[in-house]
């Protein structure tokens, strides 16, 4: 008896001794199947933010989510404190990942930003257009992993290539809540998707709840549904969307799908399709952003929209309303007893072929601005536009979007018809919401 009672007290002890040995909220050696970054909804700005937990010691830096974004850089001259930064000596691999050859003598006090024979790179606001260059360097950050439902133990990577931010008081203008730096996700070496590795693949899942996280899980997955996905090739454009203003001839990290035609209520909207498919100076075309809230169209794709819709409308039970800035289409139900929701003409951009189709959801399409007035959420993007067809925030929301830039291909599927949200992840084990 006594001797079973101790063995009991040392197996207890020994399960003890385990479960404190056991790193769980600490970096662990193992590779995850998947890392996830909480994203959400700046109510002033409706940019999505994030979080990055960087340098040594780690401390959370605030970032804006730019799907296209090529580089992470943060703001490396307000309380950059960090014994893990390093800059990238020119010919080193972060150079050489950065694409540049332009070495860079800095002539004040050494620190982050500012070292000799060091190389720097352009970096760019998308939401001021600022652009200018910073000392290309490395230090640790870490990100959770997770097994698609919940975030688990934390990964670190240590020398993960940014950009630091140069002192400049336009280079963090208009970046919502206070964002240091940029978060891309784009399709170029310096991004976050690429130094990450999990095969390519990240998921975007972006919550309209200016309260709740959306997430980017990158891997795998399994994702926060089991929703089906339908593909449709990633395009490429070979002219950066900072090229024509500010002659940076690099390909593009934007993401492009190839729209072939628009529908409503299933007919197809008569348009100059030569605007959608990218020409040789990396005009037209469609692509997919995080930094526009509202979809933005060329004017005479604006208009063939907006007319077609408003004819689909007031010939299914709506009246037009008063433009509210900044939409100019709004619609309320004429008939009583009609939910306007489902009866909203349903809008696709048709694909690869007539069957292959993005259909946006009335929450996706339209804007609730009053009581029972709703607004088509899409504004007019000019004439000659950079990109014909931007396709932003408001339409991704509570979509489950995944970009494989290995197989080159976007995965998509609305969850607004399920039970699940881009909200659904379970972030009550993670770090609170700063
Ligand atoms: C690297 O830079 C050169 C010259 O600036 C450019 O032609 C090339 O496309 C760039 N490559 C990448 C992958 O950005
Ligand atoms: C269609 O768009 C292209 C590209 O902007 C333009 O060159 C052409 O004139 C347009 N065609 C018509 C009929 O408007
Ligand atoms: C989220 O995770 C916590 C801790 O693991 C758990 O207690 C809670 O029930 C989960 N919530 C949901 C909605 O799954």
Same mark, same amino acid.
């Not at 590779?31 to 960087?54: E, G």
């Not at 606001?125 to 910073?134: K, Q, W, Y």
């Not at 919502?176 to 990240?202: D, E, T, V």
């Given at each position: 008896m006594a001797a079973s009672s101790l063995l009991r007290l040392f197996s207890s002890s020994v399960l003890l001794l385990l479960l404190l040995i056991s790193p769980s909220h600490s970096l662990r050696s193992s590779k995850p199947r998947s890392l996830v970054l909480p994203v959400r909804k700046d109510a002033w700005t409706s940019h999505y933010l994030t979080y990055i937990h960087q340098r040594t010691p780690s401390v959370p830096v605030k970032l804006v989510v730019d799907l296209g974004g090529s580089s992470l850089w943060v703001d490396c001259e307000s309380n950059y404190v960090s014994s893990s930064y390093?800059?990238?000596?020119?010919?080193?691999?972060?150079?050489?990942?950065?694409?540049?050859?332009?070495?860079?003598?800095?002539?004040?006090?050494?620190?982050?930003?500012?070292?000799?024979?060091?190389?720097?790179?352009?970096?760019?606001?998308?939401i001021s257009g600022v652009l200018t260059a910073g000392e290309v360097a490395r230090d640790v950050v870490t990100l959770q992993s997770t097994d698609g439902f919940s975030p688990g133990?934390?990964?670190?990577?240590?020398?993960?290539?940014?950009?630091?931010?140069?002192?400049?008081?336009?280079?963090?203008?208009?970046?919502?809540?206070?964002?240091?730096?940029?978060?891309?996700?784009?399709?170029?070496?310096?991004?976050?998707?690429?130094?990450?590795?999990?095969?390519?693949?990240?998921?975007?899942?972006? +919550? =309209?709840?200016?309260?709740?996280?959306?997430?980017?899980?990158? &891997?795998? /997955? @399994?994702?926060?549904?089991?929703? %089906?996905l339908?593909?449709?090739?990633?395009?490429?454009?070979?002219?950066?969307?900072?090229?024509?203003?500010?002659?940076?001839?690099?390909?593009?990290?934007?993401?492009y799908i190839g729209v072939t035609s628009i529908r409503i209520n299933g007919k197809p909207v008569a348009l100059n399709t030569s605007l959608l498919s990218i020409d040789k100076k990396g005009f037209g075309?469609?692509?997919?952003?995080?930094?526009?809230?509202?979809t933005t169209l060329e004017t005479s794709i604006y208009e063939a929209v907006t007319d077609a819709f408003l004819t689909e409308a007031t010939s299914t039970g709506f009246i037009r309303e008063a433009p509210v +800035? =900044?939409?100019?289409?709004?619609?309320?139900?004429?008939?009583? &007893?009609? /939910? @306007?929701?489902?009866?909203?003409? %349903?809008?696709?951009?048709?694909?690869?072929?007539?069957?292959?189709?993005?259909r946006f959801e009335h929450r996706n399409s339209m804007v609730t601005v009053g009581d029972s007035v709703l607004c088509l959420g899409m504004l007019d993007g000019g004439l000659k536009?950079?990109?014909?067809?931007?396709?932003?925030?408001?339409?991704?929301?509570d979509n489950l979007?995944?970009?494989?830039?290995?197989?080159?291909?976007?995965?998509?599927?609305?969850?607004?018809?399920?039970?699940?949200?881009?909200?659904?992840?379970?972030?009550?084990r993670s770090a609170a919401w700063h």
């Amino acid at each position: 008896m006594a001797a079973s009672s101790l063995l009991r007290l040392f197996s207890s002890s020994v399960l003890l001794l385990l479960l404190l040995i056991s790193p769980s909220h600490s970096l662990r050696s193992s590779k995850p199947r998947s890392l996830v970054l909480p994203v959400r909804k700046d109510a002033w700005t409706s940019h999505y933010l994030t979080y990055i937990h960087q340098r040594t010691p780690s401390v959370p830096v605030k970032l804006v989510v730019d799907l296209g974004g090529s580089s992470l850089w943060v703001d490396c001259e307000s309380n950059y404190v960090s014994s893990s930064y390093f800059p990238a000596r020119c010919g080193s691999t972060q150079c050489l990942l950065a694409n540049t050859t332009r070495c860079y003598s800095c002539t004040r006090v050494p620190g982050p930003g500012c070292n000799e024979n060091s190389c720097n790179h352009i970096l760019y606001n998308p939401i001021s257009g600022v652009l200018t260059a910073g000392e290309v360097a490395r230090d640790v950050v870490t990100l959770q992993s997770t097994d698609g439902f919940s975030p688990g133990p934390s990964t670190a990577f240590r020398s993960f290539a940014f950009i630091c931010a140069p002192r400049d008081i336009y280079v963090l203008k208009n970046l919502a809540g206070g964002a240091k730096g940029i978060a891309g996700l784009g399709w170029a070496p310096l991004a976050l998707p690429s130094q990450l590795g999990f095969h390519r693949k990240f998921a975007l899942c972006l +919550s =309209p709840l200016t309260e709740e996280n959306g997430v980017v899980i990158f &891997g795998d /997955g @399994p994702y926060v549904s089991g929703t %089906k996905l339908v593909y449709t090739p990633l395009i490429t454009n070979s002219v950066n969307r900072m090229g024509p203003f500010f002659n940076v001839w690099e390909p593009s990290s934007d993401y492009y799908i190839g729209v072939t035609s628009i529908r409503i209520n299933g007919k197809p909207v008569a348009l100059n399709t030569s605007l959608l498919s990218i020409d040789k100076k990396g005009f037209g075309g469609t692509r997919i952003s995080t930094v526009v809230p509202y979809t933005t169209l060329e004017t005479s794709i604006y208009e063939a929209v907006t007319d077609a819709f408003l004819t689909e409308a007031t010939s299914t039970g709506f009246i037009r309303e008063a433009p509210v +800035s =900044p939409f100019e289409v709004c619609i309320r139900a004429n008939v009583p &007893g009609i /939910g @306007p929701d489902d009866h909203v003409p %349903k809008l696709d951009l048709v694909l690869q072929s007539e069957s292959v189709y993005w259909r946006f959801e009335h929450r996706n399409s339209m804007v609730t601005v009053g009581d029972s007035v709703l607004c088509l959420g899409m504004l007019d993007g000019g004439l000659k536009p950079e990109t014909s067809i931007v396709i932003g925030g408001h339409q991704l929301e509570d979509n489950l979007l995944q970009f494989d830039l290995r197989g080159s291909k976007l995965g998509f599927s609305s969850l607004l018809s399920s039970a699940a949200t881009c909200s659904s992840f379970n972030f009550t084990r993670s770090a609170a919401w700063h």
